[in-house]
């Protein structure tokens, strides 16, 4: 009797499991599916950025490929940092550190990269005479730089504040849950600089923005202004400030699931986390080439070309 009760134990306790398993890799399949096929689109969206001079000489479009690389970049390790936690893998200080690391700093260089080509339109809509003198090829790269080093900063204070932990009282530099930024984010003075941090880039980024739209929209009350290119700069800037709003909200990320890890249980934490990663990190990560790549006239016929694996329909 006993042999009997103790073997449908088990067998309920292997069902549950194989349950929990099943449904585990159904619900990262359909999670993993999208940033797939927009890591896909993005690359074909790369390539054609490269695939001729005029996307490689003018500023907007060397921006965009910034934009576009960075985004890419960072969708390829959220992805990695997802079917890590989703089959448990655990992994050792420093290499999470290096992948979370690696992470910020793309993450971090998409919202600034957005605020020099909302600039950019700024100077195209409102000085349309100076634009060609003042955005360069040269100055567009000096801006890039200035964009990358500010990031790189920022990761390198990261660096230096978790360089105080001890980690010398460890028994282990092996990790004992999942990697994640929460799990690197040692100490309280992490803490505070990351949430300074991003208060900081959230409204002097948004600042900036809301004014390149102000000035825009100004400008096409102008006489002297061009009606149509205004209008078209003003939507432009428009979708860079939903597009900004996406980028600094996933910032907010590590903050919101803190937050919710004191009241909610572990199992309704990681279901959500799953569904902040599809609408904050991917979907934000994929606009741009959907916006680019079906509102540009010159982007359009190339990137269907190639996405439609070069058909004579679409030469």
Not at 80 to 101: D, E, H, Q
Not at 173 to 201: H, N, R, W
Request: hydrophobic share 50%.
């Amino acid at each position: 009797m006993l042999n009997a009760n103790l073997s449908q134990t088990l067998n309920v306790s292997t069902e549950q499991t194989y349950a929990g398993l099943l449904g585990r890799i159904l619900f990262t399949t359909l999670t993993g599916m999208p940033c797939c096929l927009f890591l896909l689109i993005n690359g074909i969206m790369l390539f054609t950025l490269r695939s001729k001079a005029v996307f490689r000489e003018t500023s907007r479009y060397i921006l965009l490929y910034n934009l576009l690389f960075a985004d890419t970049f960072m969708l390829a390790l959220s992805q990695l940092l997802y079917i890590m936690a989703a089959c448990r893998l655990i992994t050792t200080y420093p290499v999470c550190g290096v992948i979370t690391l690696l992470t910020i700093l793309t993450n971090e260089t998409s919202p600034l990269t957005l605020v020099v080509m909302c600039l950019e339109r700024y100077v195209a809509v409102c000085y349309p005479l100076r634009h060609a003198t003042i955005i360069t090829v040269r100055n567009t790269a000096g801006a890039i730089v200035v964009v990358w080093a500010f990031s790189s900063l920022n990761v390198l204070i990261r660096v230096l504040l978790l360089l105080d932990f001890p980690f010398e009282d460890l028994g282990s530099l092996q990790m004992t849950e999942i990697c994640s930024l929460i799990a690197v984010s040692i100490g309280p003075m992490s803490d505070i600089y990351d949430k300074a941090y991003t208060g900081f880039v959230f409204v002097s980024a948004g600042v900036t923005v809301t004014c390149s739209y102000i000035g825009v929209m100004v400008a096409a009350t102008s006489a002297s202004t061009d009606k149509a290119s205004a209008r078209k700069g003003r939507n432009t800037l428009l979708l860079h400030l939903v597009q900004l709003g996406l980028s600094l909200l996933s910032t907010m990320h590590s903050s919101m699931i803190v937050s919710l890890s004191t009241t909610l249980p572990t199992s309704q934490i990681i279901r959500i986390r799953s569904i902040f990663y599809v609408f904050i990190y991917v979907l934000p990560r994929c606009l741009s080439s959907l916006i680019y790549g079906l509102r540009d006239q010159t982007i359009r016929p190339v990137l269907m070309y190639y996405l439609c694996c070069r058909l004579p329909k679409f030469q």
